[in-house]
């Protein structure tokens, strides 16, 4: 086998066998493939794609490259979520304790952000002493006894996947949905997952800016995890602006415990209630979605919810009293208000624009190396289709700095406001 021959047979629009991919995974995972060789077949895929077995024997190869979590002894069938990423997407934090205080074990390894705001493990971070460091045998017998778990992923996890991501990223590949897909699903599949829920974004903060781009994704993912016996469901969610009010790590944190007191965004509230409930139904605790919703409305109303994030926070040495003094997380120097120009209606929060807004405050990483500044970011108070009068707060902008021009601008560029505004659905369909 050559991989001059196979990168000819995928540019005459060949499928490739799943000895063929396996051969090319491992071959690159070693380094005896070298990076111009994988880079010529990464462009034949993005022209040409590939069909779904091609693409499922793509993720198992990655998947087996490296090391794969064996949670068979957690109790229960264990539901994983994966979001595209967004803006203001704290859907973690209020779903892990949410779903787990439903009695449905949640076993979660998290990553850290690159882009608009730190990831999961930034946000825990920002709570002292929380630790997300367990051993695997310790994160098991944590989730059997309470539930729920969050540790940070193995450095071990689909190495092939690290090293065909960072090449995508240097030859515009990255758009290409078969290298997309596998590359999500193999993480997914990897950490031991039985069932997988997708929140997939679209809209001008998410990486698919198209209904379109985002169904072809999410069918392609579903499509991988149902071959490769997990059953797998996507939702479609709104991207277009934030999602909730905060953006900013400490900001998000506290905005998770508002939701889960039951006093969140609506939102934000409404996309964790139809994720979680999913999750619910992949885990066969309830028979449909609206009796999902309901069960997780319940826990919120009546704080069953907010006691197992508690519990949570507690069990992996984190100071919880946050939870009843938001202040503690800790405070930017200077909230400035960002100020309506004119009157009238919100109608366009460009969403990677606030998020990049929050990132030159320091609230995320341009780059890997780049330091997260826990207490920065914004918060808005106004969403698309409110009225505001001239004058009228749109966001208070949480900075340790005066000087805040690089924010203003892109806020000015951001924000719309116009006589009427166009409603747009928050989650736009569901494939299952």
């Known amino acids: 086998m050559r991989m001059v021959d196979l990168i000819h047979k995928k540019q005459e629009n060949q499928a490739l066998t799943q000895a063929e991919i396996q051969y090319i995974i491992n071959g690159f995972t070693e380094g005896e493939i070298p990076d ?3 880079a010529a077949l990464n462009m034949a895929v993005y022209f040409n794609g590939m069909n779904a077995k091609e693409v499922s024997y793509l993720t198992m190869a990655m998947v087996e490259s490296g090391d794969q979590i064996d949670l068979s002894a957690i109790k229960g ?3 994983d979520k994966h979001s595209t990423g967004g803006v203001g997407d704290t859907t973690t934090l209020v779903l892990a304790p949410l779903v787990a205080s439903c009695g449905v074990p949640v076993a979660k390894m998290s990553g850290r952000g690159l882009g608009h705001t730190g990831g999961t493990l930034d946000k825990l971070e920002t709570i002292k002493g929380f630790n997300f ?3 695997e045998a310790a994160f098991i017998a944590q989730v059997n006894q309470h539930q729920v778990a969050v540790v940070g992923q193995t450095g071990d996890l689909t190495p092939a996947d690290k090293k065909l991501y960072a090449l995508r990223d240097v030859t ?3 758009q290409s949905i078969p290298l997309i897909a596998s590359s999500i699903m193999s993480k997914k599949i990897a950490s031991g997952a039985d069932a997988i829920v997708l929140d997939v974004k ?3 903060g998410a990486f698919m800016k198209t209904i379109e781009m985002a169904e072809e994704l999410a069918n ?3 499509e991988i995890g149902n071959h490769l016996g997990r059953k797998t469901v996507a939702i479609l969610s709104n991207m277009d602006q934030p999602l909730g009010f905060a953006i900013g790590n400490t900001l998000e944190v506290n905005e998770a415990v508002e939701t889960l007191k039951g006093k969140g965004p609506q939102d934000l509230t409404e996309l964790c209630l139809n994720l979680g ?9 309830v028979k449909s979605l609206p009796e999902g919703i309901e069960m997780l409305q319940a826990q919120i109303d009546s704080g069953a919810a907010l006691e197992k994030f508690r519990e949570f926070i507690e069990i992996q040495g984190g100071d919880a009293s946050f939870i009843d003094n938001p202040e503690q997380l800790g405070k930017a120097k200077y909230q400035i208000p960002y100020l309506a120009k004119k009157s009238g209606v919100v109608s366009h929060w460009v969403a990677d624009l606030v998020g990049e807004a929050a990132m030159v405050l320091g609230a995320g990483r341009a780059v890997k190396e780049d330091e997260i500044d826990p207490v920065v970011g914004i918060v808005l108070k106004a969403k698309v289709g409110d009225p505001v009068q001239e ?3 749109l966001a208070i902008i949480h900075s340790n700095r005066e000087d805040i021009d690089d924010c203003l601008k892109r806020l000015d560029q951001a924000i719309q406001i116009a006589d009427t505004a166009k409603e747009l659905p928050l989650i736009y369909k569901t494939i299952d």
């Open 36 to 38: 111009y060789q994988m």
């Open 77 to 79: 069938i264990k539901v």
């Open 133 to 135: 460091e367990i051993a």
């Open 172 to 174: 515009s590949t990255v």
């Open 202 to 204: 679209v809209g001008d």
């Open 220 to 222: 392609t993912m579903v």
């Open 277 to 285: 409930a999913q999750m619910l139904l992949s885990a066969e605790k």
């Open 391 to 393: 004058g009228d707060p």
